[in-house]
């Protein structure tokens, strides 16, 4: 069965960077596309990363030029790091395999930005 763990969220000030993991376990064929997507309170649950096995990669405006997201293959591992955090970046942050097969979801986990 596939899991997708994350880790390295928590909190920093403004300004400062985090970086996000997302590892897969179990067998995990057909992969497309790995992603992230975040949620803030009360918000809708929005995409915000995406990275494709040629590596191409799409950012939604708000991250763009500050997060950047990258991928093993060989270790199925999708990272986002995160740099010049504001405090409207405060989310569950939740990655994503896209394969043939099946969309798998991360448990997410929380990154807390304070001014």
């Known amino acids: 069965q596939v899991q997708l763990v994350e880790s390295g969220g928590g909190s920093v000030q403004a300004g400062g960077s985090l970086r996000l993991s997302c590892a897969a376990s179990g067998n995990i064929l057909g992969i497309r596309v790995m992603g992230w997507y975040r949620q803030a309170p009360g918000e809708e649950r929005t995409l915000i990363a995406t990275?494709?096995?040629?590596?191409?990669?799409n950012y939604e405006d708000s991250v763009k030029g500050r997060f950047t997201i990258s991928r093993d293959n060989a270790k199925n591992t999708v990272y986002l790091e995160m740099n010049s955090l504001k405090p409207e970046d405060t989310a569950v942050y939740y990655c994503i395999f896209d394969t043939v097969y099946e969309y798998y979801w991360g448990q997410g986990t929380q990154v807390t930005v304070s001014s």
């Open positions: 990275i494709r096995t040629t590596g191409a990669t």
